[in-house]
């Protein structure tokens, strides 16, 4: 299955929804991620430059979903996974969950988790 680096939990607070007061407000969004990656390098050096820094993941997460007014969670989880694959070389593979809290009664929170693979990697 190999090494995963994850960020669970990360509370951000953007434009998000379909209907018309969803676009006149910031709701809160929960997002968790699980990267592959080959930890062993930095392990064995013991050296953080040969890491998946997940402090660095976070911030453009953070980044790209405040600055955002996506209708679908989807797309908000499409594009999250673009972006680390993207910018994160060391990731061989995310998956992304997004959760929009409260968002149906009765269910603490409702959303996505899609997976992605860098091309040409099986991760």
Do not use: N
């Amino acid at each position: 299955m190999g090494d995963r680096v994850f960020v669970h939990g990360l509370e951000l607070y953007c434009v998000i929804g379909v209907q018309p007061w969803e676009r006149e407000v910031t709701q809160k969004v929960r997002i968790d991620l699980q990267m592959t990656a080959d930890c062993r390098p930095a392990a064995s050096a013991d050296d953080s430059s040969l890491t998946l820094d997940y402090k660095a993941v976070s911030k453009r997460v953070q980044r790209l979903v405040e600055g955002s007014t996506f209708q679908l969670v989807e797309t908000m989880a499409e594009r999250i996974a673009a972006a680390i694959l993207a910018d994160f070389p060391r990731a061989d593979s995310v998956t992304v969950r997004v959760a929009k809290p409260g968002a149906v009664r009765f269910a603490e929170a409702v959303g996505v988790e899609i997976e992605r693979k860098r091309e040409g990697r099986s991760g």
